[in-house]
């Protein structure tokens, strides 16, 4: 029988500086930062048979948390390897350092190195102040960052720009997001062709390759075939990570920016036994309803390479995609 791994993704604080483009911000209505006890007793549950890696991000900047350095001394007690996902808007030379010394892998945000379309997509960060701090963590620590390059097609155009500019830094692992509606928050096409295009020229992977990278290809289609048995209306993309807010709420889906799908609280259940009963209710939520998430991420996930192949052309130039 498979062992099911799952990402646990921890949220520090819901509260955020910046008001991104894709980020539906408008569905928070509660904030605050998740305690040292909490923390302690989400962690004491962590166990590397059934979590694949533990996350500290939320649906805030979790470097923002007045207490940052010593969550992240908490978290890397777990038994599982550990993340940080940020915009580097908080990173000071200390904040940084924490990064370094005490989790596996930071996961960096990134829009555009083309400021009026960095400026359209992070709504409220400082174009010249966010990019000192990324060329600073280049050079704290480029080979523990994967860069998230998100804001969907709004980044495209200048997209070869930045990936330059991130390689000249020193990152080498790059992931292009999907821009999924979050329960039907955001309306847009999702102009696949021409991500995929880019990513094969570009020599980028997809976000979502990494929760296959996780658990295994075969493994992760194995679940999903089991879960679509106990519920046809099952998602694998909610499926492979729970949320835990910053009381302590155990959320139904990653996406769930409302907290409309409480289904637990780690001061009571036990996150082994959500992740198995949860299965039953993935697709059938609230926030499901319009949720487009499982049918963007689930092809790239279980098809996109993390490595991409030469994409030259007859001539032996690397070619852009002409849309």
Not at 239 to 258: A, L, R, T
């Amino acid at each position: 029988m498979f062992r099911r791994k799952i990402l646990v993704n921890i949220e520090a604080t819901p509260s955020c500086p910046a008001s991104c483009s894709m980020c539906p911000r408008d569905q928070i209505a509660d904030h605050g930062y998740i305690s040292l006890d909490t923390m302690e007793k989400i962690v004491a549950q962590i166990e590397s048979d059934y979590v694949w890696e533990v996350d500290l991000a939320g649906r805030g900047e979790p470097t923002i948390h007045p207490q940052f350095h010593e969550l992240l001394q908490i978290m890397e007690k777990a038994d599982a390897p550990t993340n940080v996902t940020t915009t580097g808007v908080t990173f000071t030379e200390k904040n940084i350092r924490a990064c370094v010394d005490h989790v596996d892998v930071i996961r960096l945000s990134v829009s555009s190195i083309h400021k009026s379309t960095f400026d359209q997509v992070h709504i409220g960060l400082k174009f010249d102040k966010i990019w000192r701090n990324i060329a600073a963590l280049a050079e704290a620590a480029a080979d523990k960052v994967i860069v998230h390059l998100t804001g969907g097609p709004v980044i495209y155009d200048h997209l070869p720009e930045t990936v330059e500019h991130l390689r000249g830094l020193g990152y080498s692992e790059l992931r292009l997001l999907p821009l999924w509606n979050r329960g039907g928050d955001i309306e847009t096409s999702q102009h696949n062709r021409r991500r995929k295009e880019l990513m094969e020229c570009l020599e980028i992977a997809a976000s979502e390759s990494e929760y296959s990278t996780g658990i295994g290809k075969f493994k992760l289609l194995f679940n999903m075939l089991a879960g679509k048995v106990k519920n046809r209306q099952y998602c694998a993309v909610g499926d492979g990570s729970i949320s835990i807010s910053y009381k302590g709420e155990i959320m139904g889906c990653f996406q769930d920016f409302g907290h409309t799908s409480n289904i637990g609280h780690i001061d009571s259940d036990d996150l082994r036994t959500i992740m198995r009963t949860r299965v039953r209710q993935l697709g059938r939520m609230n926030v499901c309803e319009d949720c487009n998430s499982n049918k963007v991420a689930l092809p790239f996930a279980m098809f996109a390479s993390t490595r991409r192949k030469d994409s030259r052309g007859g001539d032996g130039k690397r070619h852009l995609p002409v849309i």
